[in-house]
């Protein structure tokens, strides 16, 4: 086994089955997936690959993939490049995740070529919204360069972004869950919030993050209704016209004091494919029937 039963290896096999153990014995029909996210730099391939499959676990793997500072070298951001290639290949890597900081941003829509490889080796991108810290300036994505990020993304008929995608399922009768990393969170933990919960990590005082009038009306029981009404309120959902059918990506970027909503990059992509039917032709033809949503 490669040494997989020393060390580090055998505490992750052990926390599996406890994990396994006490969720069965609670809920016996339940099925269990334990999710594994990497940077995709690792030499051990094989490793990692008997690790996910050799136990009688559901186990999936992601990779995160930023252009910018992620990877110390070229030649170690290809090392990630074709360990996911290798993943894809067996059927183990299931998303890679982007973080939309305005510099990831401004080089992925000067080469997009990466996200277009992971597309044509089926795997779906998720995507993270930067969360503000003491380098917002220079980090944080205007709504502006955001709609252009998703613009490019469909002038290159890159159709596997997960948030992207919902937009066009909005045309096609699709039903569209709504989205909040927050939301998420309040589920898994039964509703159980400390007071910065709605910033996550973000190493920004309270006052910073909502402005001090909102800072000082959150406690522990109203986290998330009142991050919900800011994004509402502040991003302007309740007059959209696709208010009943947006997806509302988590509104981590926006609750930001210093963010300045200008316009939707979600309402601007949905207006342009209402506007333009081949939009929709060239998602259909490039997704097919391998989406479970058309």
């Known amino acids: 086994m490669d040494g997989l039963d020393d060390g580090i290896f055998h505490i992750y096999r052990?926390?599996?089955?406890?994990?396994?153990?006490?969720?069965?014995?609670?809920?016996?029909?339940?099925?269990?997936?334990?999710?594994?996210?990497?940077?995709?730099?690792?030499?051990?391939?094989?490793?990692?690959?008997?690790?996910?499959?050799?136990?009688?676990?559901?186990?999936?793997?992601?990779?995160?993939?930023?252009?910018v500072d992620r990877f110390s070298s070229k030649k170690q951001e290809q090392l990630m490049i074709d360990n996911a290639k290798a993943f894809a290949d067996i059927g183990i890597l299931e998303r890679i995740s982007i973080t939309l900081t305005k510099p990831n941003i401004e080089a992925l829509i000067n080469d997009i070529s990466a996200l277009l490889l992971f597309q044509d080796l089926g795997i779906n991108i998720d995507v993270n919204y930067y969360i503000a810290n003491p380098n917002w300036q220079t980090q944080l994505p205007t709504d502006e360069l955001l709609t252009l990020f998703f613009k490019t993304c469909i002038s290159n008929k890159l159709f596997n972004i997960i948030v992207l995608e919902k937009v066009f399922w909005m045309f096609l009768n699709t039903n569209i869950e709504k989205h909040c990393d927050c939301h998420q969170c309040s589920q898994i933990t039964k509703g159980v919030w400390s007071v910065d919960c709605a910033k996550r990590s973000s190493s920004l005082s309270s006052d910073q993050f909502y402005g001090s009038t909102y800072a000082s009306l959150i406690t522990e029981e109203n986290t998330n209704p009142?991050?919900?009404?800011?994004?509402?309120?502040?991003?302007?959902?309740l007059t959209c016209e696709y208010h009943e059918k947006c997806q509302m990506p988590c509104w981590i970027s926006i609750l930001?004091?210093?963010?300045?909503?200008?316009?939707?990059?979600?309402?601007?992509?949905?207006?342009?494919?209402?506007?333009d039917d081949q939009i929709l032709k060239d998602y259909i033809n490039v997704r097919g029937c391998d989406t479970k949503y058309l």
């Not at 809920?27 to 990497?38: A, E, G, N, Q, V």
């Not at 009404?229 to 959902?237: F, H, M, Q």
């Open 14 to 67: 052990q926390l599996m089955d406890d994990i396994e153990h006490e969720i069965h014995h609670l809920y016996p029909k339940m099925d269990i997936t334990f999710s594994w996210l990497s940077n995709g730099v690792f030499m051990k391939r094989q490793r990692v690959v008997n690790l996910l499959t050799d136990t009688n676990h559901r186990c999936i793997l992601g990779f995160s993939y930023d252009p």
């Open 226 to 237: 009142i991050k919900a009404s800011l994004g509402i309120l502040k991003r302007g959902c």
């Open 256 to 275: 930001f004091n210093q963010y300045q909503c200008t316009s939707c990059p979600y309402y601007n992509i949905a207006k342009m494919v209402e506007n």
